[in-house]
């Protein structure tokens, strides 16, 4: 996959620097929030947001802003969340960025937003302590608590679906960020690790993990769901979608459905849900006995436990009591990777645990966690975990039955020793299904 490095001058996964509230001492004095989508649109004021309880709103605002930099759809709290970036054009007199003095315009304004409300009962900007939003844009959601990114969910034009970034505690990357972007002081090794992501070397003989000449290709269907459940502390951000997996010539293998929920984040905690059901397409669905799989995420380079300058790294420690490098190929209930991230603050140590939940097939998991950063829980590779005949790990799923698996991942700040990550898991396990 092609860099997707921008300007050094910009990250494009900070916060935006523009805030559409500025503007709002030069609204006239009636109904402000109401003036304030209307003046701010003709202004071409970005970031602007309409509130309302009404689906079809929201849609139209999207129709409408169709001639806009980027418009999002986003589900909150509230009801439907529509969102758009105007593009600022030279006055032409014609259209959106028309002369905002214009009688006229002032006028197709005040009748446009009335159009939209349709009812609605609250149209306002966003506050930055508003909780979770999802917004959809160019082939990426992006999920955010307040004005904090927590993670985007890369869909469109992609060997496989991903998040990236993952942001721990105090906005760091907790993973490598390379290859979605070059910033420098990465190994480019294993162009296939995509932060955070499911799939699997061999189904039915298809290499779904790699990215080599003839590797399948996850591609998203459709979203189940994307929107917001909950309030206050149990507010949570649910992505759901549809997925085909289509080995080389186009042959449908399986299909899956995912599911991945956003825990309200705490000053120390993130934890992040995520579940798959995989269903066979045309046949049985043979999950092939190999390492190279499966809910798997590449961490941050400076957590490595081995780093390329060799200085110090990160640590390793399973359920079970292993550490760093017996921790691989060793089955346990759940597994933490922590150790030096830098962000905005300095340098502090942070970690990612993976639980396995109880219920899912062959718990506990084998773990194909690497000196180099790479994390991953697999029930399948058993010949390479256990040195046993090639074969040993296959699992097949017969037309009409389906396979599902479950994780939660929790990203803390400290080491494994700073969360009480044995008690987290019980709790974890105590749960029936994915909340």
């Not at 699992?395 to 494994?416: A, K, N």
Request: hydrophobic share 35%.
């Amino acid at each position: 996959m092609p860099s997707r490095a921008g300007s050094p001058s910009r990250n494009r996964y900070a916060p935006p620097r523009t805030d559409p509230g500025q503007f709002a001492d030069q609204l006239p004095p009636v109904k402000q929030d109401f003036g304030f989508i209307a003046w701010g649109a003709a202004r071409g004021v970005q970031g602007l947001s309409l509130k309302c309880s009404c689906p079809l709103s929201a849609r139209r605002f999207a129709i409408l802003g169709r001639e806009s930099r980027r418009v999002g759809i986003v589900s909150g709290p509230a009801g439907w969340h529509a969102k758009a970036d105007f593009a600022v054009a030279p006055a032409s007199g014609t259209g959106i960025n028309g002369d905002v003095n214009s009688p006229v315009l002032k006028a197709a304004a005040v009748v446009w937003v009335a159009w939209v409300l349709c009812g609605c009962q609250s149209v306002r900007r966003s506050g930055e302590g508003s909780g979770f939003s999802v917004v959809e844009t160019n082939g990426v959601l992006r999920i955010a608590h307040g004005s904090t990114l927590v993670s985007e969910y890369h869909y469109a034009d992609v060997s496989r679906p991903f998040l990236y970034p993952l942001l721990g505690p105090d906005g760091v990357h907790m993973t490598r960020r390379w290859p979605q972007e070059d910033v420098g002081g990465e190994e480019k090794d294993h162009p296939h690790h995509h932060a955070l992501w499911w799939s699997h070397g061999a189904a039915n003989g298809a290499d779904f993990w790699s990215e080599v000449a003839g590797a399948g290709k996850t591609v998203h269907q459709s979203f189940i769901q994307r929107g917001i459940e909950g309030s206050g502390a149990a507010e949570k951000a649910v992505v759901a979608s549809r997925n085909r997996w289509i080995a080389q010539g186009g042959k449908v293998v399986a299909e899956d459905e995912r599911r991945m929920v956003f825990h309200a984040p705490t000053a120390d905690v993130r934890q992040v849900d995520f579940e798959i059901t995989v269903r066979p397409v045309g046949g049985p669905l043979v999950l092939g006995d190999t390492k190279e799989g499966t809910f798997a995420i590449r961490l941050a380079e400076t957590m490595r436990l081995k780093r390329a300058d060799k200085s110090k790294g990160g640590t390793i420690l399973n359920s079970r009591g292993q550490r760093d490098g017996d921790t691989w190929g060793k089955r346990a209930e759940w597994c933490d990777y922590s150790g030096p991230v830098t962000g905005s603050h300095g340098t502090a140590t942070y970690g990612v645990t993976i639980f396995d939940h109880p219920a899912n097939p062959r718990h506990p998991t084998w773990w194909h966690v690497r000196d180099y950063g790479l994390f991953a829980a697999n029930p399948f590779g058993i010949h390479d975990f256990e040195k046993k005949p090639p074969g040993t790990g296959n699992l097949t799923v017969e037309p009409g039955q389906s396979l599902t698996f479950r994780y939660r991942v929790i990203l803390h700040r400290g080491d494994s020793q700073a969360v009480p990550l044995e008690a987290l898991y019980r709790s974890y396990a105590a749960e029936k299904v994915l909340k």
